[in-house]
């Protein structure tokens, strides 16, 4: 269990930093650095699908939002696109606000196509707007937690069932007259 929360949270981790650095650099919103990033992803995939689930767990499921930057960085065609096909099928889990600023940084450096519609920027740029009066502090930008959650439940899962009659007191135990009660077979 501990093994399987420790992956989660490097695959969280991996999630927070990597989706950070497209929102901030547009060097990183270009289609051959989408393509790279494809790869990587690729290969850390095919880790958690031959790695049991004792030890992948639900990692591959932490990668949402890099997954989705991905997908959309690498998309042909994204001038066909409307915002209900990008907001619903290839991005759920993103904000429009994150959507938004890897669109209008992204670039197609290696064949020159065009990004989203003018109508569709326009549209996002609209509810963009609207989202920031109505909650003015949020960002768009994940938030980095380094904690890795273990409920007392998860250890209560864990735990064997032993019964303390059948453990055998260590010789040292057994010699001190302290611990004879150690000995003594509990009877119901």
Known sequence: ???KKTFNQ????????????????RECCSFSNGEFL????????QWCSTTTEEYAGAS??????????????VLHQKSHKTLE????????????TQIYRIATMFW???????????EVIG?????????SITTPNSSFLLD???????????????????????????PLLRQNSQFHFLLQQYVD
């Open 144 to 170: 980095d937690d380094s904690s890795i959650p273990i409920s007392l439940d998860d250890i209560a899962r864990l735990m064997l069932d032993v019964d303390p009659s059948d453990v055998e007191p260590p």
């Open 60 to 73: 591959w499921d932490e990668l949402q939002h890099i997954r989705q930057a991905v997908g959309f960085l």
């Open 1 to 3: 269990m501990i093994i």
């Open 123 to 131: 549209k996002m740029r609209t509810m963009t707007t609207d989202d």
């Open 85 to 96: 096909e990008i907001t619903n099928e290839l991005c759920p889990v993103l904000s429009i």
């Open 10 to 25: 490097v695959y969280a981790y991996l999630n927070v930093q990597l989706f950070n650095s497209l929102l901030l650099r």
């Open 38 to 45: 494809k790869v990587g992803l690729q290969e850390l995939e």
């Open 108 to 118: 197609d450096d290696k064949y020159g196509a065009q990004g989203l519609s003018q």
